[in-house]
């Protein structure tokens, strides 16, 4: 779940509910597939709700002894 304020922070403008399933397919990378609800409610504007299917890729770009540093390719539809 994630929640995002207008750009001036005074309100809630759009909240996003996320689930989803993953896989390892190699040493430290991951696939995951999953659906995402995202409602949208802008100032002076229209309440919206969308339906988005998505898909990532999560991926080791540096790895050291106490840190990690990861990459993430998503891609993801609307409608």
Known sequence: TSFRFTDDATRLGQSLY???LG???AEGVNV???YVLVRTNPA???ATTEHRPWQQIAYPII???RAQLLGRSRLEQRW
């Open 18 to 20: 996320r689930v989803a």
């Open 44 to 46: 002076g504007g229209a």
């Open 63 to 65: 790895q050291g002894e």
């Open 23 to 25: 896989t390892p397919i």
């Open 32 to 34: 995951h597939a999953g």
